[in-house]
C-alpha cells in the first residue's frame, strides 16, 4: 500500500521561511510526478508546485520566485523551501503523488501551515 507521509508544517511570521518534505512509502515505481497541492479554509485545493520525472517544474504563480520545489526520484521524496511567507499562504498542503503508467493519483493526509504574526 502506497504511503505520502508529510512533514514540516507550523506556525510561521510573515516574511520567514518553512520547508516541507514528504516520504512515499510502500512503492516500488517512480511516481511520474510529484508535488504540493494546498488548500485554504473555504477555498478549494490548489496546485502549488510540482517535479516531474524529466526534470520539469512547474509552480503557481503566487508562489513563483517564493518557493522551491526539490525531488529525489531515487527516494521518492520531495520537498517544498517556502521562504518570503505571506499570511495568504495559510493552508492545507497535501504532497501528491501521480504514476501515468495506472493513471493513479496518491494524496498525503495534509499538513497544517499557518502564517500569522
Known amino acids: 500500500q502506497v504511503q505520502l507521509v508529510e512533514s514540516g508544517g507550523g506556525l510561521m511570521q510573515p516574511g520567514g521561511s518553512l520547508r516541507l518534505s514528504c516520504a512515499a512509502s510502500?512503492?516500488?515505481?517512480?511516481?511520474?510526478?510529484m508535488g504540493w497541492y494546498r488548500q485554504a479554509p473555504g477555498k478549494q485545493r490548489e496546485l502549488v508546485a510540482l517535479?516531474?520525472?524529466?526534470?520539469?517544474?512547474n509552480s503557481a504563480d503566487s508562489v513563483k520566485g517564493r518557493f522551491t520545489i526539490s525531488r529525489d526520484n531515487v527516494k521518492n521524496t520531495v520537498a517544498l523551501q517556502m521562504n518570503s511567507l505571506i499570511p495568504e499562504d495559510t493552508a492545507m498542503y497535501y504532497c501528491?503523488?501521480?504514476?501515468?503508467?495506472?493513471?493513479?493519483?496518491?494524496w498525503g493526509h495534509g499538513t497544517q501551515v499557518t502564517v500569522s504574526s
Open positions: 510502500g512503492s516500488a515505481f517512480s511516481f511520474t510526478s
Open positions: 517535479s516531474y520525472t524529466n526534470g520539469v517544474t
Open positions: 501528491y503523488g501521480y504514476r501515468l503508467l495506472t493513471r493513479t493519483e496518491y
